[in-house]
């Protein structure tokens, strides 16, 4: 059972435009959400991340919106640039000792 | 610090040989991970490590498959025997806690023919 879902996994959007990826999420104890950035032959890194008590976190080009009622976050970027390829997975994480659950991940393409 | 080391970066061997990968985390974490990427399953934890200690390996596919952490500062994961299924990406991933999130090692691409 995936306590964390991308449904998209793959995402196209010409540069300049906006890129949002989604992120669906079941487990209601889960208070933290990370966003990892993954390219090809290298593993994930940290993107930006979000608590529970905020609906919105901004980073330069990079926001992450929650919203928790409807256990939804997304993430939005803008412009988007070539160099934004790449595989991106969303992880949640409750306040436990239980490791982060990630997403299987969206491809982003961002075309020039 | 260098990161979370992961050697070999590539293996490819054949079905029935033993693989073993391995992993130094960061100085300093108390956790460690092992994942395997694959395009059906995304980011799958197999066993991750507290402090050394094996804490949910639950993730395990197969007694085929074993890890260990004898100290703070290395961790393998083996294979014994492979098998074609076993292909995909491993990743090693440590952390002090979890709301600084993980850092991850480059992977080891296996591949087993």
């Known amino acids: 059972d995936q306590q964390v879902k991308q449904n998209s996994p793959s995402l196209s959007v010409q540069e300049g435009r906006i890129s949002i990826l989604n992120c669906d999420y079941t487990?209601?104890?889960?208070?933290?959400f990370l966003w990892y950035k993954k390219y090809p032959a290298e593993g994930p890194t940290f993107l930006i991340s979000i608590s529970s008590i905020k609906d919105k976190n901004e980073d330069g080009r990079f926001t992450v919106f929650l919203n928790k009622s409807a256990k939804h976050l997304s993430l939005h970027i803008v412009p988007s640039q070539p160099g934004d390829s790449a595989v991106y997975f969303c992880?949640?994480?409750?306040?436990?000792?239980?490791?982060?659950?990630f997403g299987k991940g969206t491809r982003l393409s961002v075309i020039a | 610090d260098a990161g979370v080391i992961q050697s070999p970066r590539h293996e490819v061997t054949e079905m029935g040989q033993e693989v073993t990968l391995r992993c130094k985390p960061i100085s300093g974490h108390n956790s460690l991970f092992w994942y395997r990427q694959t395009m059906m399953r995304g980011l799958e934890l197999l066993i991750y490590f507290n402090n050394n200690v094996p804490i949910d390996d639950s993730g395990m596919p197969e007694d085929r498959f074993s890890a260990k952490m004898p100290n703070a500062s290395f961790s393998t994961l083996k294979i014994q025997p492979s098998e074609p299924r076993d292909s995909a990406v491993y990743f090693c991933?440590?952390?002090?806690?979890?709301?600084?999130?993980?850092?991850f090692g480059s992977g080891t691409r296996l591949t087993v023919v």
């Open positions: 992880a949640a994480s409750d306040s436990g000792n239980t490791p982060l659950v």
């Open positions: 991933a440590s952390s002090l806690t979890k709301r600084y999130g993980y850092t």
């Open positions: 487990n209601s104890m889960f208070d933290y």
